[in-house]
């Protein structure tokens, strides 16, 4: 069955940066776009970026453009989420995304910015 896990979420201080990692396994990810989307307290989730299946940048939301960059490693089955230059407004949990059959969802990892 289709499962993705996130890892890499952690407390980091405004400047700081992060990389996530979003395990991919029960279907070819080579085939497939993904995407990291994030949830604030409060908020509605939103899509932060997506790569299609060839590798290129698909979408990036303005407010992390330049500063965040989406990419993919197929022969790991991984995707990964560099963060940098973050800010205490990146706070948020992260999740990896993939529509396979049907949209899926990884469990989640906590991102924390704050000194």
């Known amino acids: 069955q289709v499962q993705l896990v996130e890892s890499g979420g952690g407390l980091v201080q405004p400047g700081g940066s992060l990389r996530l990692s979003c395990a991919a396994s029960?279907?070819?990810?080579?085939?497939?776009?993904m995407s990291w989307y994030r949830q604030a307290p409060g908020k509605e989730r939103e899509l932060v970026t997506s790569i299609s299946a060839a590798g290129g940048i698909s979408w990036t939301a303005t407010s992390v453009k330049g500063r965040f960059t989406i990419s993919r490693e197929n022969a790991k089955n991984t995707v990964y989420l560099q963060m940098n230059s973050l800010k205490p407004e990146d706070t948020a949990v992260y999740y990896c995304?993939?529509?396979?059959?049907?949209?899926?969802w990884g469990q989640g990892t906590q991102v924390t910015v704050s000194s």
């Open positions: 995304n993939a529509r396979v059959d049907r949209v899926y």
């Open positions: 029960g279907f070819i990810l080579s085939s497939y776009a």
